[in-house]
C-alpha cells in the first residue's frame, strides 16, 4: 500500500516539475510521462527525464538510478578496439549488463567522434561513447524504450570555422596545482555560474560526482575542463533540466542533515 502511495505522489510531483519546467504538456507527453514514473520510478526533480521537442528522454543518472531500485548485479565495459581510432578521435564501446547472476547480460554498444558530438565536448568523445554504451545497454536491460539524452547525436553543433576556431579562448596549459584545473577553467567555471545564475555548491557538488573524486581539488585538469564543457552545454541548451540535476545534490544535502 505504501508503495502505491508513494507511486501516486511521484506522479503528481513530476507533473508539476514537469509543467513548471516546460510549460503545458499535451495528452501524449503526459500519458508518457505517466507511465514511465509508474513503471521506473523516475524523479524529475533529479534529472532522471528531459523533454526535448516534446518527446521524453532519459538520462544517463536516471538509468542508473533505475539499475540500482532493481538490483542491477554489475556490468561489464571494453573498448571495442575494431571500431576506435585515437588519432581521430573515434571512439567506441561495448558494455555488458547483468540484471542477476544467473543473467547471461544485456550487451549495448556505444560511439562518438568529433562529428557526433558537441564541439564544446571535443576531446570527450571516448567518455562520451562509454557513457553511450552503458546506456544502450541499461535500456535493453529494463526495457526502457525511450532514448538516453547521451546517444542523441543529432544534437552535435557543427564543428566551428578555421576563422571561429580563433575566437575561442586558449585553452590552459599549466597544471592542477589545486586550482580546478587552472585559472582560465576556473575563471570559466566562475562565469558560467554568474550568467545562468547558478548555486555555487551546487555545481561544485556535480562537479565532484562528475569528475568522479573525493573531491574537486583531487580532479585532474582535463577532468574540469571536460565538466566545464559539459556545464556549458548543458546551460546553453536546457537551463531548467540543469538546475533539475543540481537540485538533486540539494536534495541529498538536506536528508543528510
Same mark, same amino acid.
Given at each position: ?10 506522479? @503528481?510531483? *513530476?507533473?508539476?516539475?514537469?509543467? @513548471?519546467?516546460?510549460? $503545458? ?9 505517466? !507511465? ?24 544517463? $543518472? ?18 571495442? %578496439? ?52 552503458? *546506456? ?7 526495457? %526502457? ?21 580563433? @575566437? ?7 597544471? *592542477? *596545482? !589545486? ?24 555545481? @561544485? ?53
Amino acid at each position: 500500500m505504501g508503495s502505491i502511495h508513494y507511486t501516486t505522489r511521484l506522479v @503528481k510531483r *513530476n507533473f508539476e516539475l514537469a509543467t @513548471k519546467f516546460w510549460g $503545458s504538456l499535451s495528452d501524449t507527453t503526459s500519458e508518457t510521462l505517466s !507511465g514511465l514514473t509508474k513503471r521506473y520510478k523516475l524523479v524529475v526533480s533529479a534529472g532522471d527525464l528531459i523533454l526535448l521537442d516534446g518527446k521524453w528522454y532519459v538520462t544517463h $543518472s536516471g538509468l542508473l538510478a533505475v539499475a540500482r531500485r532493481k538490483h542491477c548485479t554489475g556490468m561489464q565495459v571494453r573498448p571495442a %578496439i575494431e571500431f576506435c581510432n585515437p588519432v581521430a578521435s573515434r571512439w567506441a564501446f561495448e558494455a555488458t549488463v547483468y540484471k542477476s547472476r544467473a543473467c547471461r547480460g544485456f550487451v549495448g554498444y556505444g560511439d562518438a567522434d568529433p562529428s557526433n558530438v558537441s564541439p564544446l565536448v571535443h576531446g570527450a568523445e571516448m567518455r562520451v561513447a562509454e557513457t553511450r554504451a552503458v *546506456n544502450r545497454a541499461l535500456r535493453k536491460a529494463y526495457g %526502457i524504450g525511450i532514448c538516453s539524452v547521451e546517444e542523441i547525436g543529432s544534437f552535435a553543433e557543427p564543428v566551428p570555422s578555421a576563422r571561429e576556431a580563433k @575566437k575561442l579562448p586558449p585553452q590552459p596549459v599549466n597544471g *592542477n *596545482n !589545486g586550482n580546478y584545473g587552472g585559472p582560465k577553467v576556473r575563471d570559466r567555471l566562475c562565469q558560467l555560474i554568474r550568467q545562468h545564475q547558478l548555486d555555487a555548491n551546487l555545481v @561544485k557538488s556535480y562537479a565532484v560526482d562528475f569528475c568522479g573524486t573525493k573531491t574537486l581539488r583531487e580532479a585532474s585538469r582535463e577532468q574540469v575542463e571536460s565538466f566545464v564543457a559539459h556545464l556549458a552545454d548543458w546551460a546553453e541548451k536546457d537551463r531548467n533540466a540543469l538546475l533539475c540535476q543540481l537540485n538533486s545534490y540539494l536534495e541529498g544535502k538536506e536528508g543528510a542533515a
